[in-house]
């Protein structure tokens, strides 16, 4: 296997673990908060949102690695693929980095440091209910782009390898 097919496999593999991370948040993981009360779904945003900070590196790895791999691959491919393989990387990295990661960024990272300092036990419940609103169907809306986003993504890597030659 040639270094660039194994480039974009990785690409595609670490970009799939993403999809599907933010696919099973979309689909079980908020919906199930959404039956909790205001203060046990703040708690428990919370509490997922500081395994992912402080005790997950494999996240990181992942995360950060979906990244490095996917513009290695653009990279590689800008020198090695014929235009249509270079549309498809050019498309796959560009949805990917303003589709998943620039939101992750702007709107998921402010959502959860915000959700991070409301102290449940040391406010009432109108705050509570308000802390959660300017949370949960912000959070939620965006989710659900970069999970699409981020299935299309892997999707365009797929079809980068299905049109590479075997070797």
């Known amino acids: 296997m040639e270094l660039f097919h194994l480039v974009v496999l990785v690409a595609a593999a670490l970009c799939a673990l993403v999809a599907g991370l933010l696919f099973a948040f979309a689909v079980v993981a908020m919906p ?28 990181v790895v992942v995360w950060l690695g979906s990244v490095v791999a996917l513009l290695l691959a653009l990279a590689m491919g800008f020198q090695q693929q014929d235009g249509v393989t270079s549309g498809l990387l050019i498309a796959a990295a560009a949805l990917y980095l303003f589709g998943v990661q620039l939101p992750t960024a702007r709107v998921h990272l402010p959502l959860n440091s915000e959700i991070q300092t409301v102290e449940v036990d040391a406010i009432g419940e109108a705050e509570r209910k308000q802390a959660r609103e300017r949370f949960e169907a912000r959070w939620n809306r965006s989710n659900q782009i970069r999970t699409a986003i981020s299935i299309v993504t892997m999707l365009l890597l797929l079809v980068v390898l299905l049109r590479l030659p075997a070797t």
Do not use: Y
């Not at 908060?33 to 005790?55: G, H, N, T």
């Open 32 to 59: 199930g908060l959404e039956k909790l009360s205001d203060r046990e779904f703040i708690r428990a945003s919370q509490v997922m949102d500081r395994v992912i900070q402080d005790r997950q590196p494999l996240f």
